[in-house]
């Protein structure tokens, strides 16, 4: 069948052909280091790591090359550098925060079943790719310093706005755009800015400063991938202004009609139907789910849901994959992986219908090898049967009595035989397990979840 790609740059689902058949080229921008990353940043990272796993399948592992970069400069750094190192000189602080922060967040991410991409480039090792990108801008007329910043200089570019597709107004009130004297349009975006001697800053041609985060995207798909390459991905916040800019950039200043064939885009996680944010008390650190729950339960739950829709991430969500999971390490993590199940790729190469694939994981289960070949793919049986068994902190639960006794109770419930259902709910409490009642968002009818006490 052959992969296909959706393409936020047509809004339409492509066949995939690299541009370079003997290499293919993918760019996924990476978190900004300054705080644990939730469990919505890990959302760009798996449907990513998901389709790596599938090109290097379909074009040899030797082929791929990925690049997901670390924002390691930026002034949500500063602020935070600031806050938490009282005393520290602000660059050492900022070195502090941010190493210690990618350290973290490289061991979620492979805690939750990622490959490591080939290159993670640092921003601030890039600064001179950014300065050469600023100085062909600026001779190419699509740039100009003013006041010891430079702007990018919107109107100059005929095919700003071919992604993101959206009116001037409101492209205006997207990029909320400062206005500032030196801009010649409300829409020009920096390139470049002067630093205090507090803050971050290189010598330039316009004097000491940073770099804007858009340039630093550009510059190190450049290094790492050249003008022009296949793949770009990021969560779907970032098509405008983050991406839009990006190719402003790029093709203005590599004289290029594109900079990567393919735009690609995840959508949002929200949890238990909100909208993650600190002031709801919703906000989920992938660090704090890992304390309760495997990585590859979260990598599972995550992949329940195609990744151009919006995910809600649900404690019920992760019961039941804990529960498939289980099921599936039984039948496979000790089978021998051989003959990916035809359906699980053909699902992938849907525009990576993950879904999809996980339905075809279940026909799969008379065939123990093909099951785990299939499994493996997606990044799964990471352990043995044994060693997974044991993750459960009560392993002697056994899902399928719990199930029977929830069901056993909802009808004493509904029979308004309380005595029974508080019985029932006792013996449950008694084998460690824990009791949610509450009604499904879809039905309205009452259902329990359940937890294992730890
Ligand atoms: P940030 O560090 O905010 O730049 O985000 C890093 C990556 O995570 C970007 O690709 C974002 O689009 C993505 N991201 C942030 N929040 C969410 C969310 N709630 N759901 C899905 N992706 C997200
Ligand atoms: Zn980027």
């Not at 502090?96 to 939750?112: G, I, M, N, P, R």
């Not at 995207?217 to 800019?245: Q, R, Y």
């Amino acid at each position: 069948m052959g992969l296909k790609l959706y393409n936020t740059l047509t809004k339409a689902k492509e066949d995939f052909a690299p541009l370079d058949p003997a290499r293919v080229r993918m760019y996924v921008c990476g978190p900004t280091v300054y705080d644990y990353a939730h469990i919505g940043n890990a959302r760009p990272v798996i449907v990513f790591d998901v389709l790596y796993r599938l090109l290097r399948h379909l074009y040899g592992a030797d082929r791929v090359t990925y690049v997901r970069n670390i924002t390691d400069v930026d002034d949500k750094i500063n602020a935070r550098a600031v806050r938490d190192y009282p005393g520290v000189p602000p660059v050492e602080a900022i070195r502090e925060l941010t190493e210690s922060t990618y350290a973290q967040f490289q061991k979620d991410v492979a805690d939750l079943g990622n490959l490591a991409p080939t290159v993670t480039p640092r921003a601030t090792e890039h600064i001179a790719e950014m300065i050469a990108i600023i100085e062909r801008l600026i001779a190419g007329g699509f740039a100009y310093a003013a006041e010891g910043h430079v702007l990018f200089h919107v109107p100059a570019d005929a095919d700003y706005g071919k992604l993101a597709r959206r009116s001037l107004d409101d492209m205006i009130a997207g990029a909320r755009v400062d206005v500032a004297p030196y801009k010649r349009d409300a829409m020009d975006f920096v390139l470049w800015k002067p630093s205090t001697p507090d803050e971050p800053g290189w010598e330039s041609p316009w004097g000491r400063g940073r770099p804007g985060w858009h340039i630093e995207c550009s510059a190190m798909a450049w290094k790492h991938l050249g003008e022009t390459f296949d793949i770009h991905g990021g969560g779907i916040d970032l098509v405008f202004p983050h991406h839009e800019n990006e190719i402003a950039q790029s093709c203005s200043a590599f004289h290029t009609p594109i900079m990567a064939k393919v735009w690609m885009h995840n959508g949002f996680l929200q949890v238990e139907g909100e909208k993650m944010s600190k002031s709801l008390g919703n906000f989920v650190t992938i660090r704090e789910l890992l304390n309760d729950w495997p990585g590859e339960v979260l990598r599972f739950t995550m992949l329940r849901t195609h990744y151009r829709q919006p995910i809600d991430w649900t404690v019920r969500g992760m019961e039941e994959s804990w529960r498939t999971l289980d099921d599936f390490f039984a039948i496979a993590a000790d089978a021998e992986p051989s003959g990916l199940g035809a359906g699980v790729l053909e699902a992938l190469e849907d525009d990576l219908n993950t879904p999809r694939a996980i339905a075809e994981l279940h026909g799969l289960r008379q065939d123990p090898a093909a099951l785990s070949a299939s499994l493996q793919l997606l990044g799964f049986l990471g352990e043995s049967a044994q060693s997974w068994a044991s993750r459960r902190p009560a392993a002697d639960v056994d899902a399928a009595a719990v199930d029977a006794l929830i069901t056993a109770r909802l009808a004493a419930r509904k029979a308004k035989d309380f005595a029974a259902s508080d019985r029932i709910r006792d013996e449950l409490a008694a084998m460690g397990v824990l009791l949610k009642d509450g009604k499904d968002p879809a039905t309205g009818e009452p259902i329990t979840t359940w937890e294992v006490k730890r």
